[in-house]
């Protein structure tokens, strides 16, 4: 299960891992959908670029799983 990350407070705090780390061939997470860059940078990154690089995950795994009706 990969919920998607929200915006907040914590972003600040946690990271949006989720323990299945694994890049595929465009170095995309198969756990998180953040790329590599995104992952090395979090640590320093300002609460805005986090904000930023969960929007680009989220939309990365939503294309990656559409839903089902």
């Not at 995309?28 to 640590?43: D, L, N, V, Y």
Request: contains cysteine; charged residues 30%; aromatic residues 6%.
């Amino acid at each position: 299960m990969n919920p998607s990350f929200e915006k907040s407070e914590e972003v600040g705090r946690r990271s949006p891992c989720v323990g299945q780390c694994q890049l595929n061939g465009s170095q995309i997470c198969s756990g998180c959908f953040r790329s590599r860059q995104e992952i090395g940078c979090w640590s320093v990154a300002c609460v805005r670029e986090k904000e930023r690089i969960i929007e680009r995950a989220n939309a990365r795994r939503k294309a990656a799983k559409p839903s089902v009706f």
